[in-house]
C-alpha cells in the first residue's frame, strides 16, 4: 500500500515544462474564459462539501484499526479489510486532488495553500493508519495468501497488490516501525514543499529591457519565452538575467536539495537497500540493466547530440554555440496555434489511432477538464491528474497559442487517455499505472503529432520547423533527462559515500557534467560559469529518481510508435492493450509483452537512428535550398 500510495502521489506532483509567456492574469469571473478552465465541482460541489469530507474520512480511517489482527483469519476477513481501507484510498485521493489542484490555480492565495496542506494531511493520516498492513500480510505468507485467493474470488483485484508485498517483504520493516515511519510521511515532502514556494512565489525575479525597448520579467514564465528568442542579445540577457538571480539563492536551494538527497539515502538504508536507484528501480521491480542501458547508450550517442549541436549552429548563422543558443527555434514561423486550433490538429493526427480513440477523446476535450491558459499565480508548466477515479482526469496548461503549447497538450491528452483506457477495464486496485508506463503514451502522442505536422507542412521552411522541433524533443527528452538522471545519481552517491553536499559543490558536479554533455571542452557548446547553477530549475530532482524514466518512456514510445507504423491495426492493438493494461503488472513486464525489451541497448539505438535520419532529412532540404 505504501509503494502505491507514494507512486500516485508522484504522479500528481510531477510537472511537465513547457514554454509559457508571462502574460496578464486571466479574469477568472470573465465568461467568456469559463469553457477553459477546469470545472471542480464535479469533484465536490463547494468548498464546505470539500471539508465536510475530508472530516468523515479522517473518521472512517480511524476505523482501520479495527481490522488489525484479522488479515490472516480467513478469506473473507482479508478481503473485508482489503476493501474497506482501498475504498477509502480511493476518497483520500480525490480529496487531495481537488485540494492540490484549486491551490495551483493561484499559488499566491494562503487560504488555497492551508487547504493543500490539509490535503497532504489527509494522506499522510492514512499512510499512518496503514503502516501496519505490510508486516501483518508479510507476516501471513505467500502459502496463505494463495489459499485465501482461491477461497475468495472477489480477492482477485488485490491479487497484484498482494504478490508485490509479499515481493518487498526483506525490505518491509517491523510493525512498529513503519508505524514510526509513517508519522513522517508528510515532513518527507516538506524539502519539495519548501523548494517549490521558494521557486514560484518567493524569489522577486528580475525586469530586463529588450532590444526592442520592451520591458519583460523574467521569471520561469518569462525565462522559458524569451531564451528562445531570435535575438541573440536578448536571450543571452534573459539567461544571465535568470541564472544571476537563481545564483544568489545557491548555498539555500543547496541545502534544501542536500537536506532531500540525505532523507533518501537514510530512508533506503532503513529499508535495507544498498543504494537509492536500488530502492527505486526495486518498487517497480526494474532491472538495474534499464538504467544503465540508458546511460550507458546515451553517452555512446553523444556524437549524435554533438552533430545536432553543429547542424543548429549552422541554420542559426553561428561560428560559436553558446548555451543560450539552445532553445530558438531553428526556423522563424509565425503560426498560431490558438486552442480550438489545437484541439482539431490533434484529433486530426491520432487518426491513425483509430475511429474509437478519435470519439473518445473529442468527447472528453468538449468536456471543462482543463484549465488552459497562464495566469499570474497560476502553477507553471502543464500535468495531468489522473486520480480521482470515480470522476475523470483533470488537466493543467499554459496555453500561448504556439506550437510548444500544440505538442505540450497533446502530451498532457497521451497522459488523459492512457487514464480514460485503463479505466475501461482495469478496476481502482490496478488502474493506476508505474511512472516508468507513464510517460509513453504522453512521448508517442508527440510523436505522432510531429510526424502528421511534416507531412502536411506546406512548405519547406515549415517542414524544417517541425523537423527542428523532432530534434529538440529528442535533445531535451532522450539526452536532457538522461543528463539530470547522471546528475541526480551522482549526488545521492556522493552521500552514500559520506560526502558533503552544499550548493557550490552541488553547482561544481552539475557543471562537470552538464559540459560533457554538450561538448563543452571540444568547443561544441561553451556553457559559462553562471548557467551552472541550472540545477536549481529543476523540481524534478525532489521526485528520487523519476527524470530517467522520461528518456526510457520515449525510447518505449518510439519504438511502439514504430510498430504501429509498420504493423497497422495489430500494432495499434497492441498500443491500446499496453493502456488497458493499467498497473496490472511489473511495467518491465507489460512492457516486454508489447514487445519491447527496455533492458537492452536496442530501443535506445533505434532513438538514436531516428534522431540521424531526421538530421539527414534536413541537411538534404538545406543542401537542395543552397543549391536553389
Known amino acids: 500500500m505504501k509503494t502505491r500510495a507514494r507512486n500516485i502521489l508522484l504522479s500528481i506532483l510531477s510537472l511537465l515544462a513547457a514554454s509559457i509567456i508571462n502574460i496578464a492574469p486571466v479574469n477568472a469571473q470573465d465568461d467568456a474564459f469559463e469553457p477553459y478552465e477546469w470545472d471542480l465541482t464535479e469533484l465536490y460541489p463547494s468548498l464546505e462539501a470539500w471539508e465536510a469530507e475530508r472530516q468523515r474520512i479522517l473518521q472512517q480511517i480511524d476505523n482501520i484499526e479495527a481490522f488489525r489482527g484479522t488479515l490472516g483469519n480467513d478469506a473473507d476477513s482479508l478481503y473485508a479489510a482489503l476493501r474497506f481501507v482501498s475504498d477509502i484510498y480511493r476518497e483520500v485521493l480525490r480529496v487531495y486532488s481537488y485540494a492540490s489542484m484549486e491551490q495551483d490555480e493561484d499559488l499566491r492565495v ?15 493520516s492514512f499512510i499512518q493508519a496503514t503502516a501496519w498492513m505490510d508486516p501483518e500480510l508479510i507476516a501471513v505468507g505467500e502459502e496463505r495468501i494463495n489459499s485465501f485467493l482461491e477461497d475468495n474470488e472477489e480477492l482477485a483485484d488485490f491479487s497484484f497488490s498482494l504478490e508485490d508485498t509479499i515481493r518487498q517483504g526483506e525490505h518491509t520493516l517491523s510493525d512498529e516501525t513503519e508505524q514510526a515511519l509513517s508519522y513522517f510521511s508528510q515532513s518527507f515532502d516538506a524539502p519539495s514543499n519548501i523548494y517549490s514556494l521558494i521557486a514560484n512565489s518567493d524569489i522577486p525575479f528580475p ?4 532590444s526592442t525597448g520592451d520591458e519583460a520579467m523574467i521569471n520561469a514564465q518569462g525565462y522559458s519565452f ?30 534544501v536539495l542536500n537536506s532531500h538527497v540525505q532523507m533518501q539515502v537514510a530512508l533506503a538504508k532503513a529499508r535495507k537497500f544498498d543504494s537509492v536507484l ?43 554555440m553558446h548555451y543560450y543558443d539552445i532553445y530558438p527555434p531553428l526556423v522563424s514561423m509565425d503560426k498560431v496555434f490558438d486552442i480550438e486550433t489545437t484541439k482539431e490538429i490533434t484529433l486530426d493526427a491520432m487518426a491513425i489511432l483509430g475511429q474509437d480513440w478519435v470519439d473518445m477523446q473529442r468527447a472528453a476535450i468538449a468536456e471543462r477538464w482543463m484549465h488552459v491558459y497562464p495566469g499570474q499565480g497560476k502553477r507553471s508548466g502543464a500535468y495531468m491528474n489522473g486520480s480521482a477515479y470515480d470522476v475523470h482526469p483533470y488537466l493543467l496548461l499554459n496555453h500561448n497559442d504556439d506550437y510548444d503549447s500544440l505538442s505540450t497538450f497533446a502530451h498532457e491528452w497521451g497522459h488523459a487517455m492512457h487514464t480514460l483506457y485503463a479505466k475501461q477495464v482495469q478496476p481502482f486496485e490496478t488502474a493506476d499505472y508505474s511512472t516508468f508506463i507513464a510517460e509513453i503514451p504522453s512521448t508517442s502522442l508527440e510523436l505522432i503529432l510531429e510526424q502528421y505536422m511534416v507531412e502536411n507542412a506546406q512548405s519547406v521552411d515549415e517542414k524544417l520547423f517541425y523537423l527542428g522541433q523532432g530534434l529538440e524533443s529528442l535533445r531535451g527528452t532522450f539526452f536532457r533527462q538522461t543528463m539530470f538522471a547522471e546528475f541526480e545519481l551522482a549526488l545521492y552517491e556522493a552521500v552514500e559515500r559520506g560526502e558533503a553536499l552544499s550548493g557550490a559543490r552541488i553547482t561544481e558536479i552539475y557543471g562537470d557534467i552538464v559540459r560533457r554533455y554538450h561538448g563543452h571542452d571540444e568547443g561544441v557548446v561553451i556553457i559559462d560559469d553562471l548557467y551552472t547553477n541550472e540545477w536549481m530549475f529543476v523540481p524534478h530532482f525532489y521526485y528520487n529518481m523519476y527524470v530517467f524514466q522520461y528518456a526510457t518512456s520515449l525510447t518505449a514510445g518510439t519504438a511502439l510508435y514504430a510498430k504501429i507504423v509498420e504493423e497497422g491495426q495489430s500494432g495499434v492493438d497492441n498500443y491500446k492493450t499496453l493502456l488497458r493494461s493499467g498497473g496490472s503488472d511489473y511495467p518491465y513486464e507489460l512492457l516486454k509483452a508489447a514487445g519491447v525489451d527496455m533492458a537492452t541497448p536496442e530501443p535506445y539505438r533505434a532513438v538514436v537512428d531516428r534522431m540521424n535520419a531526421i538530421m539527414d532529412e534536413m541537411e538534404a532540404l538545406l543542401d537542395a535550398q543552397a543549391g536553389n
Open 278 to 320: 536500488q530502492r527505486e528501480l526495486f518498487n517497480d521491480n526494474l532491472p538495474e540493466t534499464v538504467y544503465h542501458s540508458l546511460v550507458e547508450e546515451v553517452n555512446k550517442a553523444l556524437p549524435t547530440l554533438h552533430r545536432y549541436f553543429k547542424l543548429r549552429g549552422r541554420m542559426l548563422g553561428l561560428e560559436q
Open 207 to 210: 525586469t530586463i529591457t529588450l
Open 110 to 124: 494562503t487560504n488555497a495553500q492551508e487547504r493543500n496542506q490539509l490535503g497532504e494531511g489527509l494522506f499522510a
Open 226 to 255: 524569451w531564451r528562445g528568442s531570435e535575438n541573440r542579445d536578448d536571450r543571452k540577457l534573459a539567461f544571465d538575467a535568470y541564472w544571476s538571480k537563481w545564483a544568489e539563492y545557491n548555498s539555500s536551494v543547496g541545502m
